[in-house]
């Protein structure tokens, strides 16, 4: 029975002193967390946003003939108010990609690299719309979710 209660004892003793670390160790993880929660979280930890821009239908000039691009088109981002920002001027980005669209050489949007330069070109030009500049908040990355050419 005393070995029980010795045992109870020294378990209570080590559990509490566990639990209740000095002050200044329960400060001192207090500030690293604070100082976590300041850092900006890792893109693996974010969550994605996405926008609909929609169907884009662009008439390109091709060797005397009138050739189509047609791109449906997301976005993606983690701030809220930059998304929201983004839903906000759907009718500017699509009038700017439509641009965008129609400018393009169509021999370029055939081939695979063509449409990730294209892909590259679009992403630059939603953020110019939305006047987010390199330092500033902005859209991550525009998603071609289907991409037909005739």
Partial sequence: GALMLGLGVGVGIFAGGMMSDSPDTAQAEGDA???EE???EPREKRHNIYVTVGKLLAAVEHNGSTRYIQAEVDLVGYEKEVMDDAQ????ALRNRLLLLFSSQNFDDVR?????ERLRLESLKAVNDVLELGPKGHKIEDVYFTAFVIQ
């Avoid at 906000?88 to 009718?91: L, S």
């Fill in 33 to 35: 967390v604070v100082e």
């Fill in 111 to 115: 081939t695979v690299p063509g449409r």
């Fill in 88 to 91: 906000h001027n759907v009718p």
């Fill in 38 to 40: 300041d850092e900006e």
